[in-house]
């Protein structure tokens, strides 16, 4: 099993840039897939980008791609989203999420985090 928290989030202007972390722990974090969530009021939670457990396959939902980037550090036990030129419609609760299914990040998730705030404003 592992937990995770998130961290990062906050206020920033449209065209600007944010880089949330997911600090997890549990013995076999280097084995899960690793993803970011995002949920905006009055919608379904959305995949926004997913990592495999080497770091070498990355997948993105087509409305961040060339904006976002995932990365992981498995040393530290730890997940990155790096946003770029955020846009309003990028606010959301997001959520950090790990999956057993370790060389398919498109896969379904087990584990979640509590999520952070990401607002954009006009």
């Known amino acids: 099993q592992v937990r995770l928290v998130e961290s990062g989030g906050g206020l920033v202007q449209a065209g600007g840039s944010l880089r949330l972390s997911c600090a997890a722990s549990?013995?076999?974090?280097?084995?899960?897939?690793m993803g970011w969530f995002r949920q905006a009021p009055g919608r379904e939670r959305e995949f926004v980008a997913g990592?495999?457990?080497?770091?070498?396959?990355?997948i993105y939902t087509d409305s961040v791609k060339n904006r976002f980037a995932i990365s992981r550090d498995n040393a530290k036990q730890m997940v990155y989203l790096h946003m770029n030129n955020l846009k309003p419609e990028d606010t959301a609760v997001y959520y950090c999420?790990?999956?057993?299914?370790?060389?398919?990040?498109?896969?379904?998730?087990?584990?979640w985090g509590q999520g952070t705030q990401v607002t954009v404003s006009s």
């Open positions: 999420a790990a999956s057993i299914w370790g060389d398919h990040p498109e896969r379904e998730y087990d584990y």
């Open positions: 549990g013995r076999t974090f280097s084995s899960y897939a």
């Open positions: 990592i495999s457990w080497t770091g070498f396959q990355s």
